[in-house]
Structures are given as C-alpha cells and as structure tokens.
C-alpha cells in the first residue's frame, strides 16, 4: 500500500492541530466565504473534457438518470474534443474524426439523422491508381493487390483470429496473421494495398496492432452492425454538431460548462476528488469522470495524486495511440481525375503519401479545389516535425511526380498536428499488439481509496480506447460515455449496486449481446450476431 502524499491527506479526518481540512470542511468554507477564491466550485459529479464521451455521459446523467449536479471541465474554447473542423476557403474540412463508419445499428448514424448532419457516402471502387511509373488506372498491379488483399486475405485473416479466439490460442501481431493467411508482401503495390486496409484504418502498421482485436473490432463495426458503409461528413457546420445538438438537449447545459480550464492536478481518494487547473480554478467533486485520450493519460501533462496505481499505469504504457494526419491543400483549379479516391504506391518507401482524396467531387464539395492526403503512423510524426513549407513541398513533389511539373501551387494549405497537442498526444487508439483485455479493462476501471472497495472508487475513466468492441471509433467514445454515466450513478445512489438500466447499456458498450427494445438516446434497431468466420 502507497502512504498517502501530503495532498491526499487534505482528504482524511483530522488527525493533528495542524491537520488539512477535509474535503466537506473545503467545501463548506468555500461556500460561507466565495472570496476566498472566485474560482472554486463545487459539485456532485464532474466531467474532465466535453468531447463525444464527456458531453455523451452528461446527456446520461441528465435525462436518464435524473442527476443534473454537474460541471464540466473543457480545456478547449469550444466542445467537440477531437472533433474538429476549419475552412480552407470557404470549404468546411474536418481535422479529426469525418466519417460515420457503419451504418446500420451505429448510434452515430442515429445522431447524425437526428441532427440533420450531412454526409455523403464513399464508394470504394471509386480510386485512381498511380505507381511510381505514374498513372496506372484501372486493371493494373497496384488495383490486383488491393482486390486481393481485400477480398481473399483479409477474409482468410477474419477466419483464423476467429478459430484462435474460440480456441483460446494467444493473440498474435497482424503481421503474423495476415502471414498465415498467406500474405507476404514484397512489392510496392501489394505493401500499398495492405496500407490502404490496414493502416489507413488502424492508424499504425501491422507489426504494431495485435490480430485478434484488430479482427473483432472490424467484425463488430462492419459485420455485425448489418452495415458495412461508410458516409463522409460533409456538413458546413462540422461533424461535432452531433455533439453540439446532445448538449443543447440539457437543461442549463451553458451554466455547466466551463471553457479554456486545462486540468493541471487530479487529487483523489476515498471521500472525493479535487482538479486543479492551470489558471488557479479549483474544483470539488463527489465523484469525477475523466475521458481524457489515452495519448494524455500516456504522458506527464496531467498530475495525479496519489499516482494512478501501478497496473493502470501498466495499462496505459501499453496501449496505442495512433497518429491519423490529413493534410489538406486548395488549388487554384482542379487538375486530378474525377475519382472520391487516389492511391499511390511509391516505390521506395512504405506509408508514403499513399492515399488521397478529392472533396471537388458531387455530393462532397462541388468547385471547391480542395485534395487532401493521409500520413499515419511514423510517416505522420515526422511531418508534425516539420514546417508548414517543408510539408507542402513534399505534398506538391509526390503530386507533381503524379500529374506532372505544370500543376499549380497551392492557395491555401493546412494540417493538424494532433501528437505535438498536449490536449491530445494522437489521433485515436488501436489494439496493440499484446495487449490483453484486462488491460483494457484496467483502462477504464475506476480508483478512489486504499481499501479497494467499490463504495470508495471515486475517480472514473472513459473514452474510445476503453472500448472492446469500438476502441478508436465514435461510436466507442458515445457508448462508453453511456455506460460510465451509469456506473457513476450507480455508486452515487445505490451503492454501486448495479441496476438493470445499466446492464442494458453494458450490453450494448461491452458484452456485444443482442440487444432490448426501449432504451433511451438514439433509437437504433436490434442488432443481429453474424460473425465474419461463422
């Protein structure tokens, strides 16, 4: 057992004339005398970050489980987390997440028909190919691998994670499981294709994603969701008005919400939690929900105290944040083919400017002049390393070697550099290799005392990456939003009994059983049990 640090103790009972108040005597006094400081509050429950999981929890809290004392803590100047879109001209483009992926029983497509998002579908079949011998259209080697690797490879893959997981044989690197699905790349074309499968996806090569989870995470999104589309935001307003439109939906939604407060110190333990920000905003809380990334939770940006216990530190250090950078240019006209898709295959290097895409197409963004490419991985590290000029001149020397030397410089030209961002250290998380599921579960489990005891845990975790089902996908982040929302409340009125609300929500974020009709939030059909190697 850890002896309490001197911070924690302002938590305990007295024990000396000298003693820190408690928790209840801060906040009484924090009452009686507001001018103590003007930046202290109190809550019952509050809620570190106002992205998909924070604002998601909030709406739980406050329409289906009747808890309305809350705050919200938002490091940015709006809410949206890694939802995030600009203009480049007058083109809205989306920086983070862009695209509804499954339709079907998603409860993102759900938001998005709520909320009157628009978006557009992708059509795969719709691509370009180039080589470094340039312009190969269709029929060639570079569209051979891409058929085969996604119509009989990644079938066989499917199957034998299946057989392994039902078996309970250890989980293995993708890379060796595409290996024994008989996939050994050695060209540049098929070394391309397994990029714009895998990942293009994942956000991080094979060797570094493991092969199971990997399998089951694209069985539950596009298997059994009964939906294997995938829609383009394309709305002028941003994608994150699917989180805009679920926060106007609470009542005093604005006198929760505090904006521009970056969490500094995180204090915790068996009777409260108490945040600490950097402009000096102290905050007292019953209960605290922290849906920080796993890239924050990663780094030292953000103070706990005590010091989160060694297996959850254990399982943060092991799992992955990707990197999922798109860069974005407007020219002054169009010079590419009419295609959703470019993919070009270079002959040197892995991941190298492999795929584009054209937003100057129908039903995306008509005359707009805007093409944009996706780096993950090492690939989108060291261009966040670079300047702004540096990156477009790489940019434009892969296009010219595309389209030749006479195609214009861009207009305007803007990228994100999500893993330099202390509020975010990545772009999503994928299933690393070796990593077990208690360590996801270690993730998003809850702390508070020493004793261990559920009636002490006081400090919850949720986002994306404490997902099984839905790790780096929106609709992770809405259900585990849901299912903490209900845990919280359960130990907050009920003594953390667990009540059948919450096993219904469990359900549908965790165990992937069919689920039961007459849930609240976005109406979504019954989902039907269709395993890919069934």
Not at 31 to 52: D, E, F, H, R, S
Not at 174 to 186: E, H, I, K, N, Y
Not at 241 to 257: H, M, P, R
Request: some cysteine; hydrophobic content about 35%; glycine content about 8%.
């Amino acid at each position: 057992m850890r002896t309490p640090s001197p911070l924690l103790l302002a938590f305990s009972l007295s024990i000396s004339l000298f003693a820190t108040p408690t928790l209840a005597q801060r906040v009484t006094d924090t009452k009686t005398n507001p001018k103590q400081n003007p930046k202290t509050y109190t809550t019952t429950v509050l809620i570190l970050g106002a992205g998909m999981t924070g604002i998601t929890a909030a709406g739980s809290l406050a329409n289906e489980l009747n808890i309305t004392d809350f705050l919200i803590l938002e490091a940015r100047n709006e809410i949206g987390g890694r939802m995030q879109n600009t203009k480049i001209g007058s083109t809205t483009i989306e920086l983070g997440a862009n695209w509804i992926q499954s339709l079907g029983t998603n409860p993102i497509w759900a938001l998005a028909q709520k909320y009157h998002v628009k978006n557009t579908p992708s059509i795969w079949s719709d691509i370009d190919y180039f080589t470094g011998d340039g312009w190969e259209g269709p029929g060639g080697r570079l569209q051979e691998a891409m058929d085969r690797f996604g119509e009989q490879v990644f079938h066989k893959a499917s199957i034998e994670a299946g057989r392994r997981e039902q078996l309970g044989l250890p989980d293995l690197s993708m890379r060796a499981g595409l290996r024994l699905a008989g996939w050994t790349p050695l060209t540049s074309e098929e070394f391309t294709a397994e990029y714009f499968y895998h990942d293009w996806e994942m956000g991080e090569t094979p060797v570094e994603s493991g092969f199971i989870g990997t399998i089951n995470s694209h069985n539950e999104t596009f298997i059994e969701s009964g939906s294997d589309e995938n829609n383009l935001c394309v709305d002028p307003r941003g994608f994150k008005q699917i989180i805009v439109g679920q926060a106007a939906e609470i009542d005093g939604f604005d006198g929760k919400l505090h904006l521009n407060e970056v969490v500094e110190t995180i204090e915790y333990n068996g009777q409260g939690v108490t945040v600490t920000t950097k402009d000096g905003a102290i905050v007292y809380a019953k209960y605290a929900l922290c849906t920080f990334s796993l890239g924050v939770l990663q780094h030292d940006d953000v103070k706990f105290v005590p010091p989160l216990p060694e297996w959850k530190q254990e399982a943060y250090a092991q799992g992955h944040m990707s990197t999922y950078t798109k860069i974005f240019a407007k020219f002054p006209h169009k010079f590419w083919n009419s295609t959703q898709f470019t993919v070009y295959a270079d002959p040197d290097e892995r991941g190298y400017w492999p795929v584009w895409q054209s937003l100057d197409e129908e039903g995306f963004a008509p005359g707009s002049h805007v093409y944009f490419a996706t780096l993950t991985s090492d690939q989108a590290y060291r261009a966040e390393r670079k300047t702004n000029a540096e990156v477009q001149a790489e940019f434009m020397s892969v296009l010219r070697d595309m389209y030749g030397p006479d195609i214009p410089d861009p207009i305007e030209f803007k990228f994100p550099r999500w893993t330099l961002d202390p509020l975010f250290r990545g772009s999503f998380s994928a299933w690393g290799a070796g990593v077990t599921q208690k360590q996801q579960d270690d993730m998003r489990e809850a702390i508070g005392g020493s004793s261990n005891s559920d009636l002490e845990k006081r400090l919850f975790f949720a986002g994306e990456h404490t997902s099984r089902n839905w790790f780096g996908y929106l609709q992770g982040a809405y259900w585990e939003g849901r299912m903490a929302a209900h845990n919280l409340a359960d130990c907050l009125l009920r003594k953390c009994v667990e009540q059948p609300s919450t096993a219904f929500v469990k359900r549908w974020a965790m165990d992937s059983q069919e689920s039961k009709s007459g849930k609240q939030g976005p109406q979504v059909p019954r989902r039907k049990r269709r395993r890919m190697w069934a």
